[in-house]
Each structure stands twice: as C-alpha cells, then as structure tokens.
C-alpha cells in the first residue's frame, strides 16, 4: 500500500507565492512519474504539472513562467513551488504518483497509480 500525503496549501494574496510538498510512503521499489493536478467545483481535473525520475517536467501553460516543479527522490516527495499566484489559480491541488511496489512489479511494469487526499489553495484578489 502507498500513500501520498500532502501540504502546503492555504489562502494568499494575488501575487503571493506558496509551496505545496507531497511525501509517498509505503510499499515503494521505485517511483516513476510525479506530479500535481488541480482541480475547481464543476470542472474536471487539470494538469498542472509532471516530473520524471530523471528530472524532466512538463507544465501546463496555464502555469509557465510562474510555478516549478521538483522532485527529492531520496525522500520520494515532489514539491511545486507557485509564485505570481492568480485567483484563477483557486482550487483543490491533488498530488499524483506512479509507482513500482517491487523489484517484480518494476521489470513487469506493473505500476500503481496513485493519488493524495488533496490541498485547498485560495487565491484572494
């Protein structure tokens, strides 16, 4: 079983920046991608950005130039730094892994996909 857990969230000016963290734990041999999604009442869930084992990001265009995302693998948690927030950056931030659970599962590419609990982040005008 794996777990991820989240936080960093809270309520900021226009502006302002924040930093979310996500930690797995668990049964993990190793992790693949990370990543961060949001998400607002009546939308579905949205890309916000991934990072690869090795370092490569993907962010959507929403957030270029403004939020980064990273990864410290020798504590299996990824981070998302967001500067120049907006209120349009108002929503529930979910936390996403990919995870190998065994040596086994990793040559099998048996993965587990997995998601946290979510953070509310609010961005006042």
């Known amino acids: 079983q794996v777990q991820l857990v989240e936080s960093g969230g809270g309520l900021v000016q226009a502006g302002g920046s924040l930093r979310l963290s996500c930690a797995a734990s668990g049964s993990i041999f190793s992790i693949n991608a990370m990543g961060w999604y949001r998400q607002t009442p009546g939308k579905q869930r949205e890309l916000v950005a991934t990072?690869?084992?090795?370092?490569?990001?993907n962010d959507a265009d929403s957030v270029k130039g403004r939020f980064t995302i990273s990864r410290d693998n020798s504590k299996n948690t990824v981070y998302v730094q967001m500067n120049s927030l907006k209120p349009e950056d108002t929503a529930v931030y979910y936390c996403?892994?990919?995870?190998?659970?065994?040596?086994?599962?990793?040559?099998?590419?048996?993965?587990?996909?997995?998601w946290g609990q979510g953070t509310l982040v609010t961005v006042s005008s």
């Open positions: 996403n892994a990919v995870v190998y659970g065994s040596i086994q599962d990793w040559r099998e590419e048996e993965y587990l996909e997995v």
């Open positions: 990072i690869t084992s090795g370092g490569s990001t």
